[in-house]
């Protein structure tokens, strides 16, 4: 309900994991300069409907 799913679409759910922050904010940047994102398609989803955040995390099992 949170992106108002239609009958005909499909929830996707995924991640990124990252050691640190300074490598994230790095390889973002990185990816944000690539002429290739300059050349990518229209995307195939409505980004205004897109949920998204950073986690921290509480506990590790090791």
Known sequence: ??????ENETVVF???EWPDQETCEKCFAAMMDDPRMKDMPKMPFDGMRMMWGGFEEL???D
């Open 1 to 6: 309900m949170a992106v108002k799913k239609e």
């Open 59 to 61: 506990v590790r099992f």
């Open 14 to 16: 995924s991640w990124m």
